[in-house]
């Protein structure tokens, strides 16, 4: 194999590559709609509690 064939086949060894692994818009678009789901959900879970604090802030102050 020469060098131009050899550069030939890697040029489309990568391009098959990025065929492959390369997201669709859609993709792309589902894993951002995930994401924010994901975030909403652990916010508004982390919303029930009014604790600003974690640690030894949290345990009852003593009367």
Do not use: K, S, W, Y
């Not at 131009?4 to 678009?29: C, I, K, N, Q, S």
């Not at 909403?40 to 009367?63: I, K, N």
Request: cysteine-free; charged content about 30%.
């Amino acid at each position: 194999m020469n060098l131009a064939a050899a550069f030939f086949a890697g040029h489309l060894a990568a391009r098959a590559t990025d065929r492959r692994f390369r997201a669709t818009e859609r993709e792309v678009l589902a894993a951002q709609e995930r994401v924010t789901a994901r975030r909403t959900a652990r916010v508004a879970a982390t919303a029930r509690h009014d604790h600003g604090e974690r640690g030894r802030h949290l345990a009852p102050r003593p009367t």
